[in-house]
Nanobody
Framework: QVQLVESGGGLVQPGGSLRLSCAAS????????MGWYRQAPGKQRELVAA???????NYADSVKGRFTISKDNTKNTVYLQMNSLKPEDTAVYYC?????????WGQGIQVTVSS
């Protein structure tokens, strides 16, 4: 079993920045793809960014050039640096750990972009 705990969300003005963190309860980065998803009210959950065990990164088109995913293997933590935030980035953000036969999710954290 793996627990994922997100932190770093909150309220920010358009154009601002936030950094989300996701701490895993044990070292899983060598075998899991780590990802950030988000779900806005009335919309489906969507992939924002993902990073493989080998460091390959994928971003949703809507966040390319603004968001950066990274991980610190020594801290079992994955990050999502979000810059130039827009109101349409408002959502609950979820951390995910994915392998061929398992998926783990964090509890989700609210990000609100509003003036």
């Amino acid at each position: 079993q793996v627990q994922l705990v997100e932190s770093g969300g909150g309220l920010v003005q358009p154009g601002g920045s936030l950094r989300l963190s996701c701490a895993a309860s044990r070292n899983i980065f060598s075998t899991y793809v780590m990802g950030w998803y988000r779900q806005a009210p009335g919309k489906q959950r969507e992939l924002v960014a993902a990073i493989t065990s080998g460091g390959r990164i994928n971003y949703a088109d809507s966040v390319k050039g603004r968001f950066t995913i990274s991980k610190d293997n020594t801290k079992n933590t994955v990050y999502l640096q979000m810059n130039s935030l827009k109101p349409e980035d408002t959502a609950v953000y979820y951390c995910n750990a994915h392998s061929w036969n398992q998926d783990y999710w964090g509890q989700g954290i609210q990000v609100t972009v509003s003036s």
